[in-house]
């Protein structure tokens, strides 16, 4: 596709597929779980929340959130 149809495309509002990332921010797992950014930084700290911590910088699985969330009993 050349260039000119592309940039058509993208301003007549053509969607693309919105794609979930798989590895989440401490932000992005306090939005989806509606709760404080300093309230994930203690679950994750304390290990009641399942995270890495990747340097200075903690990323969560949203698969293993998802299970975390259903196995808490969250979500019914």
Not at 16 to 45: C, D, F, G, N
Not at 59 to 67: H, M, V, W, Y
């Amino acid at each position: 596709m050349n260039q000119a149809v592309a940039t058509i495309r993208g301003k007549i509002g053509v969607q693309r597929p919105r794609v979930e990332p798989e590895i989440l921010t401490i932000r992005e797992v306090a939005q989806l779980l509606r709760v404080s950014v300093s309230t994930i930084y203690k679950l994750a700290r304390d290990r009641h929340i399942p995270a890495s911590k990747i340097g200075k910088h903690w990323r969560f699985s949203r698969r293993d959130l998802d299970e975390w969330v259903h196995r808490a009993g969250c979500v019914r």
